[in-house]
């Protein structure tokens, strides 16, 4: 089973950064996408970013010039650069790992996994 463990949330005031991060207890990369999401309370978990697993990305409108999605495949991690964070960017933003092409023959991995979620507050 592959695990996902994010960090780097916390409190921030309006305007600044924070950066998370996802580490994969397996080299998935090669195989999988990688988007991040984030959840309200009271709305639907809203899909925030992704990078495919050939490392090109997709951002969410309200994102787009402020995030920054990459990945370092020796530490099995990937990273979420935000800058200029606005309290609507609050909320407990999930790490997510899909299937976006063939695994390894001799893996055992699911088609999709979900980390614990790390919460982000953007107040003054």
């Known amino acids: 089973q592959v695990h996902l463990m994010e960090a780097g949330g916390g409190l921030v005031q309006p305007g600044g950064p924070l950066r998370l ?14 988007p991040w999401y984030r959840q309200t309370p009271g709305k639907q978990r809203e899909l925030v970013t992704t990078m495919q697993s050939d490392r090109s990305t997709t951002y969410k409108d309200s994102v787009k010039g402020r995030f920054t999605i990459s990945r370092d495949d020796a530490k099995r991690t990937v990273y979420l650069e935000m800058h200029n964070l606005k309290p609507e960017d609050t909320g407990l933003y999930f790490c997510y790992a899909e299937v976006d092409g063939p695994p390894p023959m001799d893996s055992d991995w699911s088609h999709d996994y979900w980390g614990q979620g790390t919460q982000v507050t953007v107040s003054s």
């Open 21 to 34: 991060s996802c580490a994969a207890s397996e080299s998935i990369f090669s195989y999988f996408a990688m």
